[in-house]
């Protein structure tokens, strides 16, 4: 019998893009390049942008209210509590499976965590005890789809219902059960020192920076041709410029009262250093490189040997993790937790994702698409809202933009040559 051939050959590209430097040379054939991946049909997150800033344009020409200081922040903290649950289903996305009772995880867990705290236990310790909770049921969940083949639409559908029993075991039928921590409560209804605000843009600046500066040594060391420094230095400097914008922004007065309320709310740092971790996880650990290629082909990355059932099972873990911080950020700004809670925030995270550029069908996607994505349908239901239309406009707006959303991804795969299938 010959020799089988070695994984390496198998899979020759199987490093993602996350790290890899994709096409070198100058600015000028960087631009080219870019301009020639969008033709092929690799979006990205450029029609979430877009679509950013066609419906700000609107909605402040249509609503007076919309560009207020107090809007302004208001929709950044109303959008928290989506972006961090459509960051977390990104990771099961990645794999071409899908999560629908992130939702209803997270409003048992914070079920949980209402009764740990009512029983004397500190807000820290439940908080431990929530998110191992949502930890159990991702493992669960990874287990039945990795191990048993049950589809993940089916395993995580019959969560869903079943959860929503278990949440009215827990609490009963009494409806509505106050949150008495202050903590908890200032998450989402409290601000920073506006000074923190400046140190904090001026850490992320810092630390982008020196990412950025430490894959070009290593990129360096091993032999690998770097893209130009000026890419770098331009990407940390729209970093810069749009986070002190959005800074100074919110450090204005927006009380219309006589006590002055200024600074970054609490939960935006929350949700920025969710999404810089969980960058960093998928594009700087063998982890993240890994959920990319099982995503990719999944059947390429086990003759690779990756083993694809134990990232299937982590990915579904962190999903139903970061859930339950989704949850956390729900119960703070409305003080209470429910047993109905979660039943229709994990289809607005996966419309969130999939509008921000995050491909259904595995393997392409980031982070920070979702965020995009969170925003465009946060936007639509604040300037709705703001314009008194009913939630059932809403409905159908947020509907059809993840309707063109997923015929652009499906559009867009095939003319770059991929399948809409899974292999």
């Known amino acids: ?67 207020t200081e107090i809007n302004f922040a208001n929709l950044f903290v109303q959008a928290a509590q989506l972006t961090t649950l459509a960051v977390a289903l990104v990771f099961v996305i990645l794999l071409a499976e899908i999560d629908l009772s992130a939702g209803v995880t997270a409003g048992v867990a914070m079920d949980v965590f209402y009764l740990t705290t009512n029983a004397g236990i500190g807000w820290i310790p439940a908080l431990i005890i929530a998110l191992v909770v949502g930890a159990a049921i991702g493992y669960i969940l990874g287990f039945f789809v990795a191990k048993v083949g049950v589809p993940s639409f089916v395993i995580t559908l019959a969560f869903f219902l079943g959860l929503q029993g278990v949440a009215l075991i827990l609490l009963g039928d009494g409806g509505l059960f106050r949150v008495e921590v202050p903590e908890v409560k200032a998450i989402m209804n409290s601000n920073i020192p506006v000074a923190g605000g400046w140190i904090l843009l001026a850490v992320m600046v810092a630390v982008s920076a020196a990412l950025g500066l430490y894959d070009r040594a290593r990129r360096t060391r091993k032999g690998l041709v770097n ?22 922004i919110l450090n204005l007065n927006r009380s219309q009262g006589i006590n002055p309320i200024a600074g970054v709310p609490i939960v935006i740092p929350i949700v920025v250093a969710i999404i810089f971790i969980g960058t960093f996880v998928l594009d700087r650990t063998t982890f993240g490189r890994h959920l990319y290629a099982v995503g990719g082909n999944p059947e390429a990355a086990r003759r690779a040997g990756i083993k694809v059932n134990r990232i299937r099972i982590t990915a579904f873990i962190i999903t139903s993790t970061l859930a339950v911080i989704a949850g956390l950020f729900h119960v ?32 392409r996607g980031r982070l920070v698409h979702a965020a995009i994505g969170a925003m465009v349908i946060s936007i639509i239901d604040n300037g709705l809202g703001l314009l008194g239309l009913s939630a059932g406009i ?12 997923a015929t652009v991804d499906a559009v867009s795969r095939k003319r770059s040559g991929g399948s809409v299938m899974r292999s």
């Open 1 to 67: 019998m010959s020799s089988p051939t070695p994984p390496t050959e198998l899979m020759p590209n199987l490093e993602p893009q996350a790290i890899s430097s994709g096409h070198e040379g100058g600015l000028r054939d960087q631009v080219n390049a870019y301009f020639s991946r969008l033709k092929n049909g690799e979006m990205g997150a450029l029609p979430a942008v877009g679509a950013l800033l066609v419906l700000g344009v609107l909605f402040a020409s249509l609503s007076p209210f919309f560009l």
């Open 227 to 248: 893209r130009p420094i000026t890419l770098l230095i331009a990407k940390t400097g729209v970093l810069a410029i749009i986070g002190g914008v959005i800074v100074y």
């Open 332 to 363: 703070s700004r409305i003080g209470v937790v429910e047993a109905a809670a979660g039943r229709t925030i994990v289809l607005s995270g996966v419309a969130a994702a999939v509008v921000g550029g995050v491909s259904l069908f595995g393997g």
């Open 394 to 405: 809403s409905f159908v707006v947020t509907g059809t933009v993840l309707a063109l959303a």
